[in-house]
DNA sequence: TAGATTTTTGTATGCTCATACAAGATTCTA
DNA sequence: TAGAATCTTGTATGAGCATACAAAAATCTA
């Protein structure tokens, strides 16, 4: 058994292999259609791969899970990066939240799939949690310098809302596309603050800006 | 075989009782728990009565989310009924859409399981579609005079959508209560309307009113 | 290359659950 | 009350699945 000091390579590679294989699965068929057999399948390997490489299939899912959250956050990151303005530094983060080719309703099925289990299995629910401070501390970072305590709690808590609940019509209904939904998100956010406000974050002058936080 | 004419009726009561514990299952354990043998527990039962007054576990499950949604409905239409105001029938409204003992986690949880369940199953999908543009009409009704049929379209969008978007964060984090919640719906909804839009809604003599839809 | 170690395969086991059904209990009817 | 119709029970069947595992294949080591 290769436990300490020089792992042995190959084992690193099959779990990258099998969780990404993981992550495509889910995306498709949901955590219900995430089965081990298809998860192998998919990753042209035999059914019984999965039991030598994890303890059980939460292990997998729990990495699936961060997998794709650093995926997104990774990109709400790069993005963040380039923005000038306190203005373009909002696009970032809720653009960063309608990923272009993924803003689809099997995928937003999926990830409402994962919130229904997060309700019930506590270790879940801190995968989302974390995943939900950080959104809520990067438009902390833009709206901070400018509303007192309660209003940038509240203005954080609506704008995250407000994205939550369009990927959830996005699964149920289907009725809205990914374009619709930013500009749903920008008129919410522009009705949020005063037309001096908005100036200002337009300015990129506007306020001190705090670093996004970066966890996990 | 009793099929015409003159129906038997035992066939109806047990049908209720079977749809009612089904519920009180639904809300406890959520779409996964709700197992045949448990609903027929609940329902002081035999484990196989289900099966013999129901064709599938589907029948049961569309005439529980049916049952839950008229449960939502006739309290909104009461409270409706009694409002006096434009800004009256939107506390209806909303209110409605957080009832008192209802806003838990665990009745969250079992919610959005239904909503990711519906992102596969097409018939649960129309089921739910069938409650929004309820809740969309109903919104409609108070803000059709004033608004524009854009505007219109993106305010009733937007509410809907924090609606939602609360109801998943109860799920998932679970640090919102339920007056919390309608108070950011209200910050929400006055950002949206202009100090003059808001006079007029609470006047109560604004604009023609609109009866509210009566559907399924 | 022989033998040890690691990796992979395919299948077996056991669990949960929906559904079917035979047989028993109850209620109705004449 | 006899017999038919209806209702209820308990269990059997089989599907789908996670997980365990024996054995085969590949790779490493000396």
């Known amino acids: 058994m290769a436990t300490q000091g020089k792992r042995t390579r190959i084992e690193d590679i099959r ?12 995306l498709e068929h949901g955590l219900q259609g995430m089965t081990s057999a298809r998860i192998c399948r998919e990753a042209g390997m035999s059914p019984g791969i999965l039991a030598y490489y994890f303890k059980g299939k939460d292990e997998v899912l729990f990495g699936m899970v961060r997998y794709n959250n650093r995926l997104l956050m990774e990109d709400v990151i790069a993005r963040l990066a380039a923005a000038q303005t306190h203005w ?13 080719q993924a803003f689809t309703r099997p995928i937003a099925s999926a990830w409402i799939s994962v919130c229904a289990e997060a309700g019930v299995n506590e270790q879940y629910a ?5 995943f939900h401070r950080r959104l809520r501390s990067n438009l902390a970072s833009v709206f901070g310098g400018m509303f007192d305590a309660v209003r940038l709690q509240e203005a ?16 149920v209904a289907d009725d809205i596309g990914r374009d619709e939904a930013i500009t749903l998100v920008f008129t919410g ?5 005063s037309d001096k406000e908005e100036k200002l974050l337009r300015s990129g002058r506007g306020h001190k800006r705090a670093a996004p936080r970066r966890q996990q």
């Open 126 to 130: 801190r995968l989302q949690r974390v």
């Open 88 to 100: 373009a530094r909002l696009e970032a983060i809720v653009e960063g939240n309608f990923p272009a």
């Open 156 to 171: 954080s808590l609506i704008v995250a809302a407000l994205l939550d609940g369009l990927w959830l019509r996005k699964a």
């Open 15 to 26: 779990r990258v292999e099998l969780i990404a294989a993981a992550h495509r699965v889910f």
């Open 189 to 193: 956010i522009r009705s949020l603050v």
